[in-house]
């Protein structure tokens, strides 16, 4: 095969990737994040705003879907990818159960974030007057700012691998570049190049997010 | 404003553990305009009664009035608009790590909906008012514990409140940083006509500041009165424990340590108060009749309106002797307590 079209099929496939994480980073966020921030501020030790039960509820939910296989939620979720974007194959259509597993790890991540908030801060903050709405606007999230960065770096991170396993069932990217040529078709170069991009992908974004949480730590 | 507080009770029962009660039935009047101290041991529900004083929570039982207004059982919007009129400081500050010494000071008046520009005068006033103008830009870790404490004051009187309530204020600060503090307290209660209620653990700060104290043991008020009165005539054992303690001092020698002349006699407290403090009474005790006296600790009190004088001695000499010793003393206007 020649460099040249080894770059094309990368190239093709960092895209793809690239698309794939985006979108499921954005959509696994949009569903994460309020989980979280609920779950969180339900929580009776925290007392916020305790709802015991709804609590309870969210945190099995979260749980049960935390244990399930990524592979399987996969599979079971293809219907529903095509309920939605009218197709179970095709990097858009792997965004739905992409975002859909990855949910329920970004809203424990967005919890742990904002449980490390101070309580006597929280505390000091409705004797003021704040209402819930505030204390979490104005306080638990800028609190919580440099944790909830490391954490977003982390879920794209954990995306990566994600995308990669989804690509091998018909997302396209890197994963499935990575297997079919590297391990159907025998072309080892092919799956260390694909590799090697996965690798670069992992390491700029967990550079750009210590940077990031670190300005915003050295700020205070 | 005037704060009154009916059979306040709170109990807590945390699941699977045994029920507290933490505060038990407490009544108190604290009068318009004064700094009313409550002082207590570690565990004694001092913080619990605050967070019930300051709406953070609700009695289980009891009632307690802003002025002729009752305030625990308001509506959730007017118990909000209610915490708005009230001053918060806390032991360990309790600052946005998040937000500048400015925008701390910025907080309250955000929730209330002010405009920039009234937001941007109000807190350049406020640093002003606590002596950190030109600090405002600071990030909240940059500062001194007695300068974060300031931050808290200033926050705390963003949306000019009738009340200040203190939780341990002065307990991370060391004694001059404590005494600037709790001058600065002094001064914006006179210049906003607060009502300031004070927790504390430290006999020096009820000393130093409040016209009132109450003492909380175990949840229960045992002893509340004018400061003045207070040190004069204690009447708990655990106010005398807390005035002891202030009169020992960390330097002066732990009971456990002093020999004793004799088996007998007794361990007495003097307290002699305003002009007595300068009269040499205890020469005049051992020259008048056949007694011994030593002194295992003392000091000299600077209240307000009038000094006290605390000598912990023991007596020694025939019981006759001894006790008209005390008479003596008795009569002489020295207020003596028998320790047990
Ligand atoms: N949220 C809570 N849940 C359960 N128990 C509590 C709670 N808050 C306080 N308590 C208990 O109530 C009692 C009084 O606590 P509180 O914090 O009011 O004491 P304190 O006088 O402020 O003590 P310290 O000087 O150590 O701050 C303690 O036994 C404490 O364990
Ligand atoms: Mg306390």
């Known amino acids: ?220 | 404003m005037r704060i009154t507080l009916k059979n306040l009770s709170r109990t807590y029962s945390p699941p699977q553990q045994t029920r507290i009660q933490a505060v038990r039935a407490v009544s108190l009047d604290i009068p318009s305009g004064s700094i009313y101290g409550i002082i207590g041991k570690s565990g004694a529900g001092k913080s619990t009664l605050l967070r019930l004083l300051s709406l953070l929570e609700k009695p289980d039982a009891g009632a307690l009035y802003y002025a002729e207004q009752r305030v625990d059982d308001l509506p959730p919007r007017e118990l909000i608009a209610r915490r708005r009129r009230n001053g918060l400081i806390f032991q360990n500050f309790c600052l946005f790590a998040s937000r500048t010494a400015r925008e701390n000071i910025a907080y309250p008046l955000e929730i209330c909906g002010r405009s920039r520009g009234a937001i941007q005068e109000r807190t350049a006033e406020l640093l002003e008012l606590v002596g950190l103008a030109g600090r405002g830009d600071a990030p909240i870790s940059a500062l001194s514990g007695g300068q974060k404490q300031r931050v808290a004051i200033a926050r705390a009187l963003a949306n000019e409140p009738a009340i200040l309530f203190c939780d341990e204020a002065t307990s991370a600060l060391d004694p001059q940083t404590t005494r600037d503090i709790l001058d600065l307290i002094r001064r914006i209660k006179q210049k906003m006509q607060l009502t300031v209620v004070l927790i504390t653990h430290q006999m020096e700060v009820v000393r130093d500041i409040c016209e009132y104290v109450a003492v909380l043991d175990n949840g229960s008020i045992v002893e509340t009165g004018r400061v003045q009165d207070i040190f004069v005539r204690p009447q708990a054992q655990i106010t005398r424990d807390f005035l002891a303690h202030l009169t020992a001092g960390p330097a002066a020698p732990r009971a456990g340590s002093f020999v004793r002349w004799s088996a007998e006699g007794g361990q007495y407290t003097l307290r002699f108060v305003g002009a007595q403090t300068g009269e040499p009474l205890m020469s005049e005790l051992v020259r008048r009749y056949p007694v011994s006296f030593n002194i295992r600790a003392g000091g000299i009190q600077y209240l307000p309106e009038q000094d006290i004088g605390t000598l912990v001695t023991d007596l020694t000499g025939e019981p006759e002797a001894v006790a008209q010793a005390i008479e003596f003393l008795r009569n002489s206007g020295v207020i003596v307590e028998e320790s047990v």
């Open chain 1, 1 to 220: 095969m020649s460099f040249v079209l080894l770059l094309q099929l990368v190239g093709e496939a960092t895209g793809q990737t690239l698309l794939m994480l985006l979108l499921s980073t954005l959509c696994s966020l949009a569903l994460g994040f309020p989980l979280g921030v609920l779950l969180c501020v339900t929580d009776p030790a925290l007392g916020i705003a305790p709802r015991p039960l709804a609590h309870q509820l969210l945190t099995r939910l979260v749980n049960t879907l935390r244990s399930f296989p990524f592979i399987i939620l996969m599979i079971l979720l293809f219907p529903l990818a095509r309920w939605l974007v009218g197709t179970s194959i095709g990097t858009v259509a792997t965004v739905v159960p992409l975002a859909i597993a990855a949910a329920p790890f970004v809203a424990r991540i967005i919890e742990t974030a904002l449980q490390e908030v101070d309580r006597g801060v929280i505390q000091a903050a409705r004797a003021m007057g704040s209402s819930n709405w505030q204390i979490v606007r104005k306080v638990l999230l800028p609190e919580a700012w440099p944790a909830l960065v490391s954490g977003i770096t982390l879920t794209i991170i954990n995306l990566i691998g994600y995308s990669a396993m989804a690509g091998a069932i018909g997302g396209g990217g890197l994963g499935d570049l990575a297997i079919r040529y590297g391990y159907q078709r025998f072309r080892p170069e092919v799956m260390a190049a694909a590799v090697l991009v996965i690798l670069l992908l992992v390491e700029l974004i967990q550079f750009i997010g210590s940077r990031l949480s670190a300005a915003f730590l050295s700020r205070r």
